[in-house]
């Protein structure tokens, strides 16, 4: 997905191979529901799925204040 929008950069690619990364290692562990593999698979979930939700937004404000500046 994040290979097609322009936007995206080194920072999002490491932090989506963060997020893959412990979501493997929480299936190879069965799946737990709490504990620290639990939390690790959280925390990386979170911080690659608020930095594409940045990453967009941050697109959108420039996108939005370059337009209302040329008018």
């Avoid at 911080?47 to 959108?60: I, L, P, S």
Wanted: net charge positive; aromatic share 12%; with cysteine.
């Amino acid at each position: 997905m994040g290979e097609y929008n322009f936007w995206w950069d080194e920072e999002l690619n490491a932090l989506k191979d963060a997020s893959m990364k412990s979501n493997k290692l929480r299936k190879e562990a069965g799946k737990p529901r709490q504990g620290p593999i639990f939390n690790k698979r959280q925390l990386c979930r979170a911080q690659y799925r608020k930095a594409v939700r940045d990453g967009g937004k941050r697109y959108t404000m420039s996108y939005t204040n370059d337009l209302h500046e040329a008018l």
